[in-house]
């Protein structure tokens, strides 16, 4: 069964440093790993798809990386701003059925 | 904007009545999944359908069933409803299994 684990739970951090979020799985046997965002009481807005075969994906300041063998993958977020204060998720698919497993998120705080 | 509306946005209802959410998609999408996101968790895969058949499913009881139609919109549908229902729900949009998904604001269900 995959289970997915985000580090850390929680962050707060100042205005303009740059972040890594990062999120395990335990099931290597992947189709592909999304990062989404999700704005208090609000649905997920997609961030970035990171396919099995690759190693990392951009996307304007963020960066997904992922290393499938060892079952991890991490989220740079650079020169963060208080825009970027949500809660981000991880989700691998599984290769069996496609299903997204997802973590239960890092709580993200931009300070001003 | 993902193209993606739920209705209706908030739901009370008691423990043992029915209860239909909705979704749809401005443009037509192979897939739609269902998930139930409970307060300071990840959602929770409840089921998925693509071209109107469900492709598969997660850890819900029978009383939690689903439609797709032949315009992509989707039901969402829960019998005699139990206090643990109380969640919001969410679903998402992808072109197909496996891709990136998309997804609408949700339903906040209340069971009292």
């Known amino acids: 069964k995959q289970e997915v684990t985000q580090i850390p739970a929680a962050l707060s951090v100042p205005e303009g440093e740059n972040l890594v979020l990062n999120c395990s799985f335990t099931d290597s046997a992947i189709y592909n790993l999304q990062w989404f965002r999700q704005d208090p009481g609000k649905g997920l807005t997609s961030l970035l798809l990171?396919?099995?075969s690759q190693r990392e994906q951009t996307s304007g300041r963020l960066n997904a990386s992922l290393d499938k063998s060892s079952g991890r993958s991490t989220l740079y977020i650079a020169a963060s701003q208080p825009g970027d204060s949500a809660t981000y998720l991880c989700?691998?698919?599984?290769?069996?059925?496609?299903?997204?497993?997802w973590g239960a998120g890092t709580k993200l705080i931009i300070k001003p | 904007e993902t193209g993606v509306t739920q209705s209706p946005t908030h739901l009370i209802k008691t423990r043992g009545q029915q209860v239909t959410l909705r979704c749809s998609s401005q443009s037509g999408h192979n897939t739609v999944s269902w998930y139930q996101q409970a307060l300071g968790q990840g959602p929770q895969f409840i089921f998925q359908?693509?071209?109107?058949?469900?492709?598969g499913r997660g850890n819900f009881p029978p009383r939690f069933s689903g439609l797709q139609f032949p315009n992509y919109s989707s039901e969402l549908n829960v019998n005699a409803l139990e206090l643990d229902d109380s969640a919001l729900y969410l679903c998402a949009r992808s072109d197909g299994v496996g891709d990136t998904q998309y997804f609408g604001p949700g339903t906040r269900l209340t069971v009292l």
């Open positions: 359908y693509y071209r109107e058949e469900e492709n």
């Open positions: 989700a691998p698919v599984l290769d069996s059925n496609y299903q997204l497993i």
């Open positions: 990171i396919q099995s």
